[in-house]
Nanobody
């Protein structure tokens, strides 16, 4: 069983930056792909970014390309999402998730989820 805990969310002005972290316990993540998803009120959970087990392979939603960077530190069993130039449309609850195998962008491919961390962007 894997437990994931996100942190780093908060209130930021448009154009600002935040770094989200997701720490895992219960199992090493070194062989697992990781994903970040977000959900705003009244919307479905949407893909933000994913990273493969080594950290070399990444994928991003078009809406965040060039602004967000997904990285991982397998020694710390932690992944990070650096978010720059935040926009109002980036607001929502951000969830990290993990799956064995390769990167996927659909949430149904992921087996374990954290509780989420709130990101609010003020204009």
């Amino acid at each position: 069983q894997v437990q994931l805990e996100e942190s780093g969310g908060g209130l930021v002005q448009a154009g600002g930056s935040l770094t989200l972290s997701c720490a895992a316990s219960g199992r090493t993540l070194s062989n697992y792909a990781m994903g970040w998803f977000r959900q705003a009120p009244g919307t479905e959970r949407e893909f933000v970014a994913a990273i493969n087990w080594s950290g070399v392979g990444t994928d991003y939603a078009d809406s965040v390309k060039g602004r967000f960077t997904f990285s991982r530190d397998n020694a710390k069993n932690t992944v990070y999402l650096q978010m720059n130039n935040l926009k109002s449309e980036d607001r929502g609850v951000y969830y990290c998730a993990t799956r064995a195998g390769s990167i996927r962008t659909a949430p149904e491919w992921y087996n374990y989820w954290g509780q989420g961390t709130q990101v609010t962007v003020s204009s």
